[in-house]
């Protein structure tokens, strides 16, 4: 299998442009046979928790039809981040969009506290992808034991976790996730947004780890680009993205 890990500096707070883009980025990554496209954390919007409310999006939208389309053409799996509405607080949602298959949604399960004023949780875990079984966390949850046991319990196979991290939060996710490799057996990925968000500046980084916990990819803090990995030969590489004005 094919997964691309986008790493992009989202248009804070601007869907239509953020949207653009990620069409932008499937269609290069369908250059390089991609079977699946995972963004950042709430990419479709940036992160920015005050603005969710008023940006969230009902996961069933007409609006994310062109991602369906982009999927179907390209014969590819989308997993992108976006606030999702719901009758509370959204939820940090991560939409997967796959050929012949109705969109579906996860939602970041354990929220981190600051989190809280802004966003309801998700309730359940599901796979991004049946064979291999690749589990999701979002950002806050994958350096939780209890979401990763759920996920193990899905007979997990691949650990994908979509972030917005600064420089800070990198180093330590970076290291939970090589352990988790090595001690599961598992491949691990983390994709990770650049450029400034709510919180401060989003750290890039993102990086695929071998079942075993092997480091066998890295981008750079401050690149927009796809770090592509072949699963089943347990290599990447890498393709620099040019900054596009959409």
Request: charged share 15%; net charge negative; proline share 7%.
């Amino acid at each position: 299998m094919i997964i691309a890990l986008a790493q992009i500096a989202p248009f804070r707070g601007n869907f239509q442009s953020n949207l653009r883009q990620h069409l932008h980025v499937a269609r290069v990554a369908h250059r390089f046979d991609v079977d699946l496209l995972l963004f950042p954390e709430l990419s479709l919007t940036g992160y920015e928790p005050s603005l969710a409310k008023e940006l969230a999006l009902p996961s069933t939208h007409t609006r994310f039809s062109p991602l369906q389309e982009a999927a179907q053409r390209y014969r590819m799996t989308i997993a992108c981040g976006m606030p999702l509405s719901t009758k509370e607080l959204p939820q940090i949602g991560l939409l997967t969009f796959a050929p012949d298959t109705a969109p579906s949604a996860y939602a970041k399960n354990h929220l981190h506290p600051d989190e809280t004023p802004y966003f309801s949780p998700g309730k359940e875990v599901a796979l991004l992808h049946p064979s291999p079984a690749i589990a999701p966390a979002i950002c806050y949850e994958l350096g939780l034991e209890t979401h990763l046991s759920n996920c193990l319990q899905l007979h997990m196979e691949i650990y994908a976790t979509s972030v917005a991290k600064t420089a800070t939060g990198l180093a330590r996710a970076h290291e939970h996730l090589q352990l988790v490799a090595k001690k599961h057996s598992v491949m691990s990925l983390l994709v990770n947004a650049v450029g400034e968000c709510e919180e401060g500046i989003c750290a890039g980084g993102s990086a695929v780890w071998a079942a075993g916990g092997q480091p066998i990819g890295l981008l750079s803090r401050d690149e927009e680009g796809l770090l592509i990995v072949d699963t089943d030969m347990q290599r990447t590489k890498t393709h620099q993205l040019q900054q596009k004005t959409v």
